[in-house]
């Protein structure tokens, strides 16, 4: 009921346990605190917070106009409403090596169990469009080192994404891991890789956890989680899909109100307010009701 009783603390320790595994982790993403519980209730492992989700939810693309404070707002809605471990977006830290280390202090506070900093020119974009920039080698693990040295929850993940792949190369990307990597990254986050050598080429260059990510209508191909289990990555995202999922079914469900004057055909498609009681966890909450106000209004005098 209401929250997580899982303290964020042990989520962390939960993630590095995981990892260490070596067991592929599904980390499909979040675009509200409930499809959080929807995720944790079919059996994923964590949940991610994506910035290009947190941007379309306020009407923004993504394009580094989101705030710390609204990502942090975020971030703390979902970890709070979910017993898994969450991973946050938190974009190129919103500024210099300083204000990388408040990112990661606000997001630690705000119950994250892992977050990822990259190296694109700030503002950035989304990493699977063309025209990126990413800065050189001493910013980036600049940044690297400041996010380690702010943490205070030494299991909090602190994870280095580069997109240095798109500008100038595989050798270049796996070059700019193995430096994230000494500068104290916990895990590597290569961005729009071409194919499953590359990400294999990745994998066997750091000695770290290794994230895919698996975004539509981008520059990966999109993997099965066998093929990724196969060239040794450990975690793999799907940072879009489920609001995408979700706006397609809202646009068709528009044009049939239109086209019908109803939605009586878009009825046997709607989760049904039996399964959102379910998942809100309705009859906790009357069951807390009822031990706390248990008593009878009088009706005589």
Do not use: W
Not at 46 to 68: F, K, W
Not at 90 to 96: I, K, L, V
Not at 104 to 121: C, K, N, P, R
Request: glycine letters at 8%.
């Amino acid at each position: 009921m209401l929250y997580s009783s899982i303290t964020p603390a042990d989520k962390r320790a939960k993630l590095r346990a995981d990892l260490a595994s070596g067991e592929l982790l599904r980390f499909p993403g979040a675009f509200n605190p409930l499809s959080a519980r929807l995720i944790q209730n079919k059996g994923f492992e964590g949940v991610y917070i994506s910035g290009a989700v947190i941007a379309a939810d306020l009407g923004l693309p993504d394009i580094g106009l989101t705030t710390l404070s609204e990502v942090a707002g975020r971030g703390q809605q979902i970890s709070r409403m979910t017993d898994l471990p969450t991973l946050i977006d938190a974009d190129t830290g919103f500024g210099e090596p300083m204000n990388v280390a408040r990112t990661v202090q606000t997001l630690e506070d705000a119950g994250v169990s892992g977050l990822h900093i990259e190296d694109q020119v700030n503002p950035k974009r989304c990493g699977h469009l063309d025209g990126k920039a990413v800065v050189d080698l001493a910013t980036s693990t600049k940044r690297i080192r400041a996010a380690v040295d702010a943490r205070r929850d030494p299991n909090l993940l602190i994870m280095a994404r580069t997109d240095v792949r798109a500008i100038e190369g595989l050798q270049a990307a796996i070059d700019r891991a193995k430096a994230l990597v000494d500068a104290g990254a916990d895990a590597i986050f290569p961005e729009a890789m071409a194919d499953l050598g590359e990400f294999e080429a990745i994998r066997a260059a750091v000695d770290v956890p290794v994230l895919a990510n698996m975004t539509e209508f981008g520059k990966s191909e999109l993997f099965s989680t066998e093929q990724l289990a196969n060239v040794g990555i450990n975690i793999v995202i799907y940072p879009v899909s489920l609001l995408r999922i979700a706006m397609g079914a809202a646009e068709r469900g528009l044009e049939t109100l239109q086209r019908e004057g109803s939605l009586r055909s878009e009825v046997p498609g709607m989760q049904t307010r039996a399964r959102l009681y379910e998942l809100l966890d309705y009859e906790s909450y009357n069951t807390f009701d009822t031990s706390v106000f248990n008593f009878e209004v009088p009706t005589g005098r």
